[in-house]
């Protein structure tokens, strides 16, 4: 019986190939998209999840509430880690850490690498099993170094690592290291990264700032006891912060700050390490809905090639109504009709997905590459994914394949037997369906414009500095920065391809070396509590980047004073009284006995993403120019040659020095990867449900078209002409897809609404996106139908009138 059903079903399927062509196409595309993207959320939602103590591991973070704002960082100072072990006992143990170096030397080699300082706990806390050397406590001593697989193959080779010795680049100097362990790669789905590991003391200015509680320069992570919770431990920090922070908080209740819902000023709170990733603090907006907005897209896409197979085969009924009702009359029950039916959606929707499966497995590193993902196709032997396969599976043949079959097996077998099947909830159905289905593809296309013009206005906004003209180019760790700049000075002063030379410690944008830095600090003045964002600059920053000064000076080599002097911006200026009452103004920003004066104030600039407001910004100068960056400013004309001319310079002046330059144009651009993956999974959804939809809106209308044959032919003979005939074969889809437009346009909206409240600097939604929307949905339905409507319209209506 069951080979019976096969045969029957294959043999169904072979008849009507173009149903059939329409239902597998569409029905592959659909797997494949969802299986990505299902595979893309598992990836984000697995982060740091390897971690066996991962229920107790936590990163610090403090709230300070300020009068009209609260400042969340995650940045510690030095002596809270030792505090907070010997006065919270909810905690078992705790680590701070830092990148400190990124260079190792083995012989006369030298390679990069991300070495971060951390303390003796860390690796008992975190799950990077040691393999080789002491399991127990490889970072016991000051000079032990730990190293990841491969980083320890790419200095040793074949060598055995354990017990060497290599030197280190800290704190501006070589420094001998002894590897006293090799841990396993860090996994891809680890919001910690690292090529080495040492001891935190080794950070450079740690002497000077170990028992420093006003400067914050690292994270710190703790793995509470088994018994312990995070409200226990935040409750157990609070006599810590009023006995530590007591002067800060003195000058917050002396600026009238606002103490927030847990009645604290400064508050010492808990994050979950396996929330990082996505919703770190400080990154600028919750990430935490972007796994399941994946999941929700996959949905969609399935659901609309769902609902194109269920309208198919229901309207595909009608060729099909005497075989039904023939198999009635010989006995078949309603059962064994929906079991046959259903056999031929599980027939259609396994080849689907075989091959969504194949079109995954080809389509992968091309959508690792557009996504910036990491995934592999041996995730999907991960149990919980196989059975969430399974389960979208056996979903889909019983949404798609098991309501069509039942709608069908409960036809009346005398009206059938005699031709009066009707259409009209069958219609309704189809109808309701179809605008479920372009509700669904409007509301992506709605979001896709939205996002494509946020996106947009962010990489055009003027930032109020020349971002397309300047270099930027990193210096690298082993070279002294104050000599590079000074010989870079020297060699490009006779260029005229270089327009302006300057330097400075954090980079604008995010460089090709990924890095990304903010600095601040916090002085009394007036009475007032002033805080600022901090930057080194060198001579000539005002005029390289092209800033406006609104009063002052930039820094200039013709003052031998201006280590001693700040030009700060206009918010800056704000809070000094203004720029008239700012400039000249001496702040005590490191002691009232060598206060700093303001020489220069210059107009607003977005020193950061535009996700954030700008903030007060002083930029200083120090004589050893201890700059990680150099800026070289270049005529508007060929920039590609002005960038070969840069790189050439840099090579003759430092041979075997490699670095990285690159636009700053460039570098604001990669600030917004998380906006252009947004977009960019918007698009391609859009399509793909465009596509999907438009394959079921076609087949719908052949099906149509072919029950309106004779009802077309005698409208032609009666004198109607084609463009009538396509209007109205057309118009009733058409509606369709308009109310499909209405309903999603406010879905869209507010969902659109709550994404841009991210950002300080947004486009404000307008009519028009909706207008456009409904435009291209409308253009993209008629160009479908209208195919099929015009082919029916040209047909000879006698022949059409005698073959129905």
């Known amino acids: 019986m069951l080979r019976n059903y096969l045969k029957i079903a294959w043999r169904n399927l072979w008849k009507t190939k173009l149903l059939t062509a329409v239902n597998i196409l569409g029905l592959s595309v659909a797997f494949a998209a969802s299986i990505l993207l299902v595979m893309t959320a598992y990836h984000e939602l697995s982060y740091d999840r390897f971690h066996a103590n991962r229920q107790q591991l936590y990163m610090l973070y403090i709230n300070t509430h300020y009068a009209q704002r609260m400042e969340q960082r995650a940045n510690m100072p030095m002596p809270l880690t030792p505090a907070v072990k010997q006065e919270c006992p909810e905690v078992r143990a705790a680590s701070r850490m830092m990148d400190i170096a990124g260079l190792i030397r083995y012989h006369d080699k030298v390679f990069e690498s991300n070495i971060q300082g951390v303390d003796a706990d860390f690796l008992q806390m975190f799950s990077f099993p040691v393999i080789k050397g002491d399991a127990r406590q490889p970072l016991s001593g000051l000079s032990n170094i730990v190293l990841s697989a491969t980083t320890a193959k790419s200095i040793f080779g074949k060598e055995e690592a354990v017990g060497k010795q290599l030197e280190v680049y800290v704190g501006r100097q070589w420094k001998s290291f002894i590897v006293s362990a090799i ?139 005497r075989e039904i009702g023939m198999r009635k009359i010989l006995g078949a029950f309603r059962f064994q009709l929906i079991i046959q039916m259903w056999g031929e959606a599980v027939l259609v929707c396994g080849l689907a997905l075989l091959a969504g499966l194949a079109a995954v497995y080809f389509l992968m590193p091309g959508y690792n590459a557009l996504f910036k993902s990491r995934l592999s196709f041996t995730l999907l032997q991960q149990p919980l994914l196989s059975g969430i396969a399974l389960a979208i599976f056996f979903l889909v043949t019983l949404t798609a ?24 909830r069958s219609g309704k159905v189809r109808n309701t369906l179809m605008v479920t289905q372009f509700v669904i593809s409007s509301l992506l296309i709605c979001c896709t414009l939205i996002a494509w013009q946020q996106l947009n ?26 000599q590079a700049l000074k010989r870079m000075r020297s060699t490009l002063a006779g260029e005229a391809n270089v327009l302006g030379i300057t330097g400075t410690d954090i980079n604008l944008g995010r460089g090709r070396d990924g890095s990304s830095a903010s600095s601040r600090v916090s002085f009394d003045y007036k009475g007032h509590t002033i805080s600022s964002n901090w930057l080194e600059v060198n001579y000539d920053y005002v005029k390289t980047l092209g800033l406006t000064l609104l009063a002052g000076r930039d820094f200039s080599p013709q003052y031998g004073t201006d280590s001693m002097g700040l030009v700060i911006n206009e918010k800056m200026a704000r809070q000094l009284g203004g720029v008239d009452a700012a400039l000249g103004a001496l702040l005590p920003v490191n002691d009232s006995l060598h206060p700093m004066q303001v020489i220069g104030i210059v107009k607003d600039f977005n020193f950061r993403s535009l996700q954030e407001n700008i903030e007060p910004l002083s930029m200083y100068m120090q004589p050893n120019a201890a700059v990680s960056y150099i800026f070289v400013k270049v005529p508007p004309g060929n920039l590609a040659a002005s960038m070969a001319l840069v790189t050439k310079r840099w090579k003759e002046v430092f041979p075997g020095k490699e670095t990285d330059p690159s636009f700053l144009d460039e570098n604001t651009d990669r600030q917004y990867q998380k906006e252009k993956r947004f977009s960019s999974i918007f698009i391609s959804a859009a399509v793909l449900a465009i596509v999907i939809s438009c394959m079921g809106l076609f087949a719908i209308s052949v099906l149509v078209m072919t029950q309106r044959t004779r009802e077309i032919g005698v409208r032609k003979v009666l004198g109607a002409s084609v463009t009538s005939i396509v209007a109205l074969l057309s118009k009733d889809f058409v509606k369709l897809v308009l109310l499909s437009v209405i309903i999603a346009s406010p879905i869209a909206w507010y969902i659109m609404e709550q994404w841009l409240q991210h950002y300080a600097y947004r486009i404000h939604i307008h009519i028009g996106i909706f207008a456009g929307a409904a435009a291209i949905a409308v253009l993209v339905a008629v160009i479908t139908v209208s195919v099929q409507s015009i082919r029916a319209a040209l047909m000879n209506p006698v022949k059409s009138i005698r073959t129905e």
């Open 183 to 321: 841990c396993e790669n860090v996994p891809d789905n680890s919001s910690i990264e690292f090529d080495a590991l040492c001891r935190f003391e080794n950070a450079e200015g740690y002497a000077s700032q170990k028992d420093a509680w006003n400067n914050s320069t690292h994270y710190v992570y703790v793995q509470l006891a088994n018994h312990a919770t995070a409200a226990a431990f935040e409750r157990s920090t609070r006599p810590l912060v009023n006995k530590y922070f007591a002067e800060r908080l003195r000058n917050l209740k002396r600026d009238g700050a606002v103490p927030g819902k847990d009645g604290e000023l400064i508050g010492i709170h808990l994050k979950r390490v396996t929330d990082l990733h996505l919703n770190n603090v400080g990154a600028g907006g919750d990430n935490r809905f972007y796994p399941y907005l994946l999941l929700l897209i996959g949905a969609f896409i399935l659901f609309i090639a769902c609902i194109n197979f269920m309208n198919l085969t229901i309207a595909g009924a009608f060729t099909r109504s």
């Open 401 to 424: 394949g098991g309501y069509p079959a039942w709608i069908i097996a409960r036809l009346n077998t005398i009206k059938v037997l005699k031709g009066g099947m009707q259409a009209g």
């Open 457 to 482: 206005y962010l990489r055009n906004k003027p930032l109020g500095y020349n971002k397309e003209q300047v270099i930027s180019i990193p210096i690298p760790g082993d070279v002294n920065p104050a």
